[in-house]
């Protein structure tokens, strides 16, 4: 198997064409780790998500450092995988903050059903308070697997 590294174009390709990937936060030297969906913006450099308050949404308040990794996978022999080192920063309902809202609505609107998981009922619970946050990308990496068949 030959493993090699993605140059950053390589690393951005891969975001551009995605919008599922695992978001890793720590609180406490507690690492969590969750699916997300997420919006890739390649002007401004960051990811948009839409989430429930919950669990992710209060360490990421606590400790804003966090880590994304998204996946694209053919087999266990094809893999591609890029890490994204950022910052987690709410965008508020605010008049400041209309511009970057209507910017991250538009780019939601790209991804069909872009409202689930964070707007659905969880069991019997109805659906907690939503808000919009972003990702800033302060460093990438990625690599990439095959094997010849």
């Known amino acids: ?50 989430s429930a308050v919950g669990q992710k949404i209060a360490w990421m308040r606590e400790n804003p450092y ?16 890029v890490l994204i080192f950022g910052r987690y920063e709410e965008i508020q309902d605010t008049p400041e903050h209309a511009h970057t809202r209507q910017r991250i609505w538009d780019l939601f609107q790209e991804r069909r059903e872009w409202w689930l998981p964070a707007a659905a009922k969880l069991g019997s619970r109805e659906s907690a308070a939503v808000l919009i946050y972003q990702i800033r990308i302060d460093r990438i990496t990625g690599r990439s697997a095959s094997r010849d068949r």
């Open 66 to 81: 966090v880590c994304v990794e998204v996946p694209e996978i053919a087999d266990r022999n094809h893999w591609t995988t």
């Open 1 to 50: 198997m030959q493993v090699r590294e993605l140059s950053t174009e390589q690393c951005l390709e891969l975001l551009k064409r995605s919008a599922l990937g695992h978001l890793g936060c720590v609180l406490q030297h507690q690492p969590y780790v969750v699916p997300i969906h997420f919006s890739f913006d390649a002007e401004r450099n960051c990811l948009y998500g839409f």
